[in-house]
């Protein structure tokens, strides 16, 4: 999605804004461009395609200011383009802005602006805005005189030549934060943007405002009313932010799952009691929670049918699935039940949707959420936050393992404090957590035979993911992962749907990626294993390293630590995701920002 920088400090802007734009490109973008005032005058350069070629374009150019604006579009109305792009002026040239999200009331106000004589440059929502900052009153009325007028969701950040050094930030239904720094300040969508000069930021909400310049930064509403704003340290560090050796961020995310799983577990398990403490939830009425609604996207919801299975049989308590963009428009019945809304981003508008129309209904909201302060997070009456910590690559991995896990322990929780979960089993997983990291690092140790498996299959087009259990979900997930980075097709199956119409596309030519479990259902998937042999079709299993009938069975095998079932998912997702990512490096892809796809899907 979009990504929005904006600068007045002491450093150059234009080195700086172009550094912060490459470190919003994993956003997903395509376009880019930059504002600057440079002796009073306005100068705006924009690109279509990756920053480098605006970086040739700004090639030679000397100039020295530290003031400017700078933007990554992910094209929503007007095609990708150079006049397309942002910064969008107004006729005379001397306001400049950028915007995320969509003006949802444009065509009235651009047909309004049209009938005053205004000349518009492109195709786009935004130019209204920079159009209706034009006219009588200071920089701020105007502004708040503007916001009135707009209808959707809007993220902005403008400048005004006729105030060198100040910048202004709208928010509205899309991010926008503050850092601040020492005589400098950085507005933008994404803190990863502007980390490296400075932990401290000021999380703006809706409905506010904030100008800033070098000396400091007010806050005030839609109605101009100044509201006080702390700056919070933000945990993540810079180092983070960079592949630290990795070819890409994809690789070294999958490579700190260990340790994400380790900081998402820390300080949420008493070993001495055996039991495990949340203290966020500690005010849950858990007496009157009957039922529970998960909604997310992607990824997350695949979190969220393995969090059903964990929930269902830990915590006793029905639960439904649903994908956000699916409930938002439905009629839900929400009668005790607590809404369990997973994000990775805590920005991703359907899910944001979905959490508000559950809070009309009265539902009570959980998030599940990596990113501190995101929007999610604060429409929520509880937060239980995955430390994942940020997560770079387009495709989610480690962010994933820690939804999982949290689920995981929410449902332990639950189950105890329902009494329904009986303490030998809660020991027991308690006490198979901790040999958790050891088998991850196990796995991500053979991570070059799974480059070997996916150098003799990357030419292949169709792949089947089957599995059963708590092994359905993962197979939609390891679906997903292929598919989004290397472009391969990939279907996630439940394998005992196999035979009820896709078995009619197994062949030679399609490879199936087999999940084996344990008890009944192993039995069920040799059958699976079986079906797919007899049809000549190419199988690679992912089992216990001690399913040696397995082994025999298929063209490649994929050994997992033995585990318990319920922990299963924790370890075999990581061969998935390993297999999706070195697919993709044999095809050639562009791995950490794939075609067509955003960080974080902030339209709806
Ligand atoms: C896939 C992926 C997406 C996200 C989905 C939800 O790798 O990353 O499917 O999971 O867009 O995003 P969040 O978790 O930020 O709400």
Excluded at 180 to 198: C, H, K, R
Excluded at 406 to 430: D, I, N, T, W
Aim: hydrophobic letters at 40%; proline letters at 4%.
């Amino acid at each position: 999605m979009c990504g929005i920088i904006g600068y007045t400090g002491q450093r150059r802007a234009i080195p700086l804004l172009l550094q912060a734009l490459k470190r919003l490109e994993y956003r997903g973008y395509d376009s880019a461009g930059i504002a600057i005032v440079e002796k009073g005058t306005l100068q705006v350069f924009r690109k279509k395609g990756k920053i480098k070629e605006l970086e040739q374009e700004l090639e030679g150019k000397e100039w020295v200011t530290s003031f400017g604006i700078g933007h990554t579009r992910w094209a929503t109305h007007g095609i990708p383009s150079d006049h397309n792009a942002h910064p969008h002026c107004d006729c005379q040239k001397t306001i400049a802005l950028v915007h995320n999200g969509i003006i949802e009331n444009y065509k009235s106000l651009k047909e309004m602006l049209l009938r005053e004589g205004h000349v518009f440059s492109s195709d786009t929502d935004t130019e209204v805005i920079a159009h209706l900052l034009e006219g009588e009153g200071s920089p701020k009325e105007r502004l708040l005189r503007t916001v009135s007028l707009l209808e959707g969701s809007f993220a902005l950040c403008i400048l005004f030549t006729e105030e060198e050094g100040v910048l202004y930030g709208v928010r509205k239904s899309s991010p926008l934060i503050l850092g601040v720094g020492e005589g400098e300040y950085f507005l933008s969508s994404d803190i990863p943007a502007f980390l490296e000069y400075t932990r401290s930021a000021v999380l703006l909400d809706d409905g506010e405002v904030v100008r800033v310049d070098r000396s400091g930064f007010t806050v005030f509403d839609f109605q101009g009313q100044a509201k006080d704003k702390k700056p919070i340290t933000i945990p993540w560090d810079p180092v983070s932010a960079e592949k630290g050796g990795f070819k890409h961020f994809m690789l070294k995310e999958i490579h700190e799952e260990p340790r994400v799983f380790e900081d998402t577990l820390a300080g949420r398990i008493d070993f001495h009691k055996q039991t495990v403490a949340l203290e966020e939830l500690e005010n849950l009425p858990f007496s009157s929670v009957r039922r529970v609604t998960i909604v997310a996207c992607g990824t997350a919801c695949h979190a969220g049918m393995l969090g059903k299975i964990y929930l269902e049989t830990l915590a006793r308590l029905p639960v439904a699935v649903e994908y956000a963009s699916e409930f938002r428009y439905q009629e839900p019945l929400l009668q005790d039940t607590l809404v369990i809304a997973i994000s990775q981003s805590g920005e991703t508008a359907d899910t944001l949707r979905a959490v508000e129309l559950a809070r009309e209904q009265g539902a009570r909201i959980l998030s599940v959420c990596n990113v501190l302060g995101s929007s999610l997070t604060r429409i929520s009456d509880w937060v239980l936050y995955t430390r994942a910590g940020l997560e770079i690559s387009v495709a989610s991995t480690k962010a994933f393992l820690g939804q999982v896990t949290v689920l995981l322990l929410l449902s332990l929780f639950l189950g105890e404090k329902r009494g329904v979960l009986a303490p030998e089993r809660q020991e027991s997983l308690l006490r198979e957590l901790l040999s958790l990291p050891r088998k991850m690092n196990q796995i991500l140790k053979e991570e070059q035979s799974i480059h070997e498996i996916a150098r003799q299959y990357y030419r292949h087009q169709n792949f089947f993911y089957l599995g059963r259990g708590l092994l359905y979900p993962l197979a939609l997930e390891g679906a997903l992962k292929l598919k989004e980075i290397s472009y391969a097709y990939a279907e996630g199956l439940s394998a005992g749907e196999m035979k009820h119409g896709p078995i009619a596309l197994v062949g030679p030519d399609l490879v199936s990626i087999v999940l084996v479990g344990e008890g009944e259902r192993r039995i069920k998937m040799l059958g699976n294993i079986e079906e797919i042999r007899a049809r000549q079709g190419k199988i690679i299993a992912v089992a216990s390293e001690n399913d040696t009938e397995v082994k025999e069975k298929v063209d490649f095998f994929i050994p997992i630590p033995p585990t318990s079932e319920f922990l299963s998912p924790l370890l075999a997702i990581i061969p998935l995701q390993l297999f999706a990512y070195y697919m993709a490096l044999e095809r050639g892809c562009d791995i950490d920002q794939p075609r067509n796809l955003a960080k974080s899907v902030t339209v709806e």
